[in-house]
């Protein structure tokens, strides 16, 4: 009896160490990622600067820009959804800056309601650069007739609307019109569950700390009765 005791002991001291190690190693994940987070937030709201000449989708996401020309072509319609309005979409279109011509995410509009032209004049805008990955093997595909997308997919956009393969999302709001909202950047949508892994690990460390403990009592009470 005296031996399988030490053996539960130390199973139990062994288990208990490995949820507390998995516990902690969440917290530094945590924090990991809430700096991420910060770096991510600071570079979209930092002051615009003009459109890089070949933007890097790894280097250059999220890079707020500012950029002078008028938008052009037909109007992409993604289809999306937004906290508060329901289903609707983003709309992309094409957008002239000088010798360039890249996407621009005007924002989003609730379903239902009608497209706003976008103004006609030379109109400057800032944003930010995006190359979202919004798109799976479950993703439909789009109907090219109607202009009607399921996911921002930057490369095929672009080769729809005869533009670089660069998308900015608008920040600000110049020659908005109608029911058309902004939807800019933000990091809302990056997941961050470090947190709740940690308090999941913890609670099971607690857990398999109580359970041990009970058993090492039940078999420490059951040696002594039988060495009685």
Do not use: C
Request: aromatic content about 8%.
């Amino acid at each position: 009896m005296r031996g399988r005791l030490i053996g539960v002991i130390v199973f139990a001291v062994a288990g208990f160490a490995v949820l507390v190690a998995l516990g902690t190693w969440q917290v530094r994940r945590l924090h990991w990622k809430e700096g991420v987070l910060a770096q991510i937030e600071g570079r979209i709201a930092a002051a615009p600067v003009a459109l890089p000449d070949a933007p890097d989708p790894e280097a250059d996401k999220y890079l707020a820009v500012a950029l002078k020309g008028q938008f052009a072509g037909p109007v992409l319609r993604i289809q999306s959804a937004q906290e508060g309005y329901g289903a609707g979409y983003h709309l992309v279109q094409g957008f002239a800056s000088g010798t360039r011509r890249v996407m621009v995410d005007r924002g989003f509009i609730p379903q239902g309601a009608p497209i706003p032209a976008a103004p006609a004049a030379e109109t400057e805008i800032s944003g930010n650069l995006l190359w979202p990955d919004e798109k799976d093997s479950f993703t439909p595909d789009p109907d090219l007739a109607t202009g009607l997308f399921y996911a921002r997919d930057v490369p095929e956009m672009a080769a729809v609307l005869n533009t670089e393969p660069v998308l900015v999302v608008r920040r600000d709001a110049a020659g908005q019109a109608g029911a058309l909202m902004l939807a800019p950047v933000g990091t809302d949508g990056i997941p961050n569950d470090h947190k709740g892994y940690a308090i999941t690990w913890f609670a099971l460390a607690a857990i398999w700390l109580v359970m041990s403990g009970g058993l090492i009592y039940r078999m420490g009470k059951q040696g002594k009765g039988e060495l009685a």
